[in-house]
Structure formats: structure tokens, C-alpha cells
């Protein structure tokens, strides 16, 4: 078995959107996520071992998988996490071997259960390693049924050159793309909660936010700290309206964004004069957003303090 004493393993999927980009961009994009992944884990104080990589798979070596894969949650760039078992070498006599022990753990008699097994980098098929362990597992227990579609039970078998993973659930994540994946955006706040938003889907396209704020305040900075756990539990420094010139120099911003909505005449009127003073691109991610979609976003903040 190829577990280190006291390491555990979280199993990360990354967002389909990265696994469908170029080589070049898909190394660019898993470098930022891996950056992301271990400033969240260091500020959670979450004890990191090593990052694996290989198939659009993160392999996380920690101290505390299920620490991890809480603070993972909220980390654009994550398809799904699932706190895994890892083995090594990955032989077909090893992975049945090691399926069939953790099936009689997890699977009772009479149960309805599927394998579903992936197989990267190695001459092991994956339909045949589903039909053969599948086979022995249900002869190790009594009265087992298969049932590919909503089972009651599922394993799942993920094989690499090297070694292999077991596990039984995942849990979704944002998808979306990695911090810092795009460029910097200055958003506009005064306070309100669908700013909220209107940064979370620019953060969630893999934008770096910098608030800017007229005058600067208590209520705004806790306002604004809610964004905290989805910007790599990184602060935010807050930029007063009259130094714009100096943080366009030094971020190298890339567009100005607000959490704009309203699409009746008069406010499109006032977007347009809006949009005429500035120097860069003006971004309005809630322009024309779907109302219902913009209130499943606001519920990430309703458990945040305020």
C-alpha cells in the first residue's frame, strides 16, 4: 500500500474547461490552480505533503483530506474532490486484491452496487478491470447486484502508471477557472450585496478583483471580506476612486467592472456616459444574468458575517 504514515489523499478533478485547453494553456491554467490549492491550504492551516499531478487529476498528499477537500470547495477551477485510499504498484493482481478488501468494508450483502474504473498511462483496460474485479467482488460477498444506473453503492478505481486510488463518493466543485487564469479587474463597491455576485463571477472566470471604493470604510471592508473565501482566502486591499491611476500602473489592470444590472433606457443612457470616461473596457457580469441564477450566488454569502 503506498500511503505514507499519517498522509492521507484528496483525489481533485479539475474543471472541464481547463482538461479541454491546448497543452500550453492547460499547464498554464494547472499551475495557477496549484498555486490557489496551497495558499488555501496554508491559510487553513491545512498541512500539506505533496501535489501529484497527471489526467486531469491533482493528487493532494495531506495531513487531513477531509480538512482539504473542505477548503477546496471554495476554489474555482475544481470540477469535484473525493477523499481517496492510494495504492501502489498499479498491477491488476494488486488493485483487485485491494478493491475486493475495501468492497467487503464498504459493501453489505444484498447490497445494489456499479465499479467504475478509469484507467491513464497504463495497459490495465478499464472495462476489463469493471468486469473481472467486478466479477471476484461479487463472489467474495453474498447476494450482490449490479446496477449501472443509480446504485445504491458505487466504487470507483482510478489507475495511473504508477500506483492507483480507490474511493466511493466525490464532492462537486465550482468548476470555473483558476485565480489569476485572466487578467485584473478594478470593480467599483459602495455596499451593495449584488457586488457580491457581479465579483464572484469575474473571480469564478479566473479574474484578480482589486476593490475600488470612493471613501473607505468599516461596513465596507466587511462587506467586501465575504468575497475572501473564494480569492484563495487571500485579503483584499481597498483602493481609494482617486488613486485608479496608480493601481492601473502597478496591477496592469485590464478592465473596470460594476455590478451593474438595471437595462431600462435611462440606466443604459447612464452606462453609455459611464463607459465614455474610461480608459479601459467596462465589465457588467449581471447585465442580463439570469435573476435566478444570480440569487443561487448570493446564498455562498448568506452564512458569512457580516
Known amino acids: 500500500m503506498g500511503k505514507d504514515q499519517g498522509q492521507e489523499c484528496l483525489l481533485v478533478k479539475t474543471a472541464s474547461e481547463i482538461s479541454l485547453k491546448s497543452p500550453f494553456v492547460r499547464r498554464f491554467f494547472t499551475k495557477k490552480l496549484v498555486q490557489s490549492i496551497k495558499f488555501s491550504l496554508k491559510r487553513n492551516n491545512v498541512k500539506l505533503a505533496k501535489i501529484a499531478r497527471g489526467g486531469g487529476r491533482l493528487y493532494i498528499f495531506c495531513f ?28 491488476y493482481n494488486e488493485v483487485e486484491s485491494q478493491t475486493v478488501s475495501f ?118 471592508e466587511e462587506h467586501i471580506s465575504k468575497l475572501v473565501h473564494f480569492n484563495d482566502y487571500r485579503q483584499f486591499a481597498l483602493t481609494n476612486e482617486k488613486d ?20 431600462d433606457t435611462k440606466s443604459l443612457a447612464e452606462y453609455e456616459k459611464f463607459n465614455e470616461k474610461q480608459n479601459l473596457i467596462v465589465l457588467r457580469p449581471l447585465l442580463l444574468y439570469p435573476k435566478k441564477k444570480k440569487a443561487n450566488i448570493l446564498k455562498l454569502f448568506v452564512n458569512e458575517k457580516t
Not at 476554489?75 to 501502489?88: E, L
Not at 491611476?245 to 444590472?261: G, H, M, Q, Y
Open 103 to 220: 468492497a467487503k468494508k464498504f459493501l453489505k450483502e444484498g447490497n445494489e452496487f456499479a465499479l467504475d474504473a478509469r484507467s491513464t498511462g497504463n495497459k490495465l483496460s478499464a472495462r476489463d478491470l469493471e468486469r473481472n474485479i467486478g466479477a471476484v467482488v461479487m463472489d467474495a460477498i453474498p447476494n450482490l447486484k449490479v446496477k449501472l444506473k443509480n446504485p445504491e453503492k458505487e466504487i470507483f478505481i482510478e489507475v495511473s502508471k504508477k500506483d492507483f486510488f480507490i474511493y466511493t463518493k466525490q464532492v462537486k466543485g465550482l468548476g470555473g477557472l483558476p485565480s489569476g487564469a485572466e487578467g485584473a479587474v478594478a470593480m467599483l463597491f459602495e455596499g451593495k450585496k449584488d457586488e457580491l455576485a457581479a465579483a464572484f463571477l469575474l473571480m469564478h472566470r479566473g479574474c484578480n478583483i482589486f476593490p475600488i471604493v470612493k471613501k473607505n470604510s468599516k461596513e465596507l
Open 244 to 263: 485608479l491611476p496608480v493601481l492601473f500602473e502597478e496591477r496592469n489592470i485590464k478592465a473596470i467592472a460594476t455590478a451593474d444590472s438595471k437595462t
Open 64 to 91: 487531513s483530506a477531509k480538512n482539504a477537500q473542505k477548503t477546496l470547495l471554495t476554489i474555482s477551477g475544481i470540477h469535484a474532490t473525493a477523499i481517496a485510499q492510494h495504492f501502489k504498484p498499479a498491477e
